[in-house]
């Protein structure tokens, strides 16, 4: 993970104790090495499009609730293991029992995730859900919960604390609603993502410690709705999001088969310090079976305690 500098041979650098440099640097690299093997974890968030029994077309055929295909779940449970994060949330998951269904599997196949979790909401087809290596210290749902505008979150939010090398932080998760809307005056639902989003951002700042907020926020960074929790730069204390790219650099997260439109939707917030510990930096996983599981792409970052 770390590789010391090599010098030039012959060269004996000194410091100013007699080490040699060089020494002094793998010295340095090897400590460092060993904390982050002690204290690094990979935390990722990804809507796996409905893992759950609803009506859907499969194979050109209209299908009324059926379950999610084994083909969608066989890819997805193939990105989770290349992911291998340590703590994982889930949107559009179909709820406890779809939810042991994937922790069985994933453990038949090698990755075992003994701590897990749930939040139903309004919409009882499609919960947030966590699978975790590690301890929850504690697990919060809030749900029911009322946005600003009086309606319920149709969500809710997940709250999940751990504790890493006698830090105690918090992962909050969500996920907004969609675009979708039959209301004339809010036909992309804009007005309704942003109540959601002041009602669950006022838990998220009344958070006592460090935290990271992942989701699907269906909007993008410049909109209103993500505006709510970043602030701006004369609020330094909220929350900031993490530069997340694919292999390719591109930072779309989501495909709208009908439209032909790629977007940039799901994120992690982090409060300035989860912001220092992953090193302003995310990742989007863009295995070619990615978009054979979901119509969302992973995204997941390293947090260094």
Request: net charge positive; hydrophobic share 40%; charged share 25%.
């Amino acid at each position: 993970m770390f590789a010391a500098r090599r010098e030039p041979v012959g060269v004996n650098l000194k410091t100013h104790s007699g080490i040699s440099f060089t020494g002094a640097l793998i010295f340095a690299c090897a400590l460092c090495l060993l904390c982050a093997q002690g204290a690094q974890l990979r935390v990722a968030t990804w809507n796996v499009r409905n893992y759950n029994t609803c009506d859907r077309v499969v194979g050109g055929v209209f299908r009324r609730d059926y379950p999610k295909p084994e083909t969608e779940k066989a890819a997805l449970r193939a990105v989770l293991h290349e992911i291998n994060a340590d703590i994982i949330v889930f949107q559009e998951m179909g709820g406890p029992l779809f939810l042991e269904e994937l922790r069985r599997d994933l453990k038949r196949d090698g990755l075992n995730y003994p701590h897990a979790n749930s939040v139903q909401g309004a919409d009882p087809a499609r919960m947030l859900a966590i699978l975790s290596r590690v301890p929850i210290v504690e697990f919060k749902a809030h749900a029911p919960l009322r946005a600003e505008s009086g309606k319920t979150v149709a969500r809710g939010l997940l709250e999940a604390v751990f504790e890493t090398q006698g830090t105690r932080w918090h992962l909050f998760a969500l996920h907004l609603k969609s675009r979708v809307n039959a209301q004339k005056g809010d036909p992309k639902a804009q007005y309704q993502r942003h109540g959601e989003a002041l009602a669950l951002n006022k838990i998220v700042q009344a958070c006592p410690a460090d935290y990271v907020v992942a989701g699907d926020f269906n909007d993008n960074a410049r909109s209103t709705t993500l505006r709510v929790f970043i602030g701006d730069d004369k609020q330094p204390g909220h929350c900031r999001p993490l530069d997340a790219r694919d292999n390719r650099g591109e930072i779309w997260t989501h495909f709208f088969a009908g439209g032909e439109r790629y977007e940039r939707f799901d994120f992690l917030l982090c409060s300035p310090a989860m912001h220092t510990r992953a090193r302003s930096q995310a990742h989007i996983a863009d295995s070619p079976l990615v978009l054979k599981a979901s119509d969302h792409r992973p995204v997941w970052a390293d947090f260094l305690f």
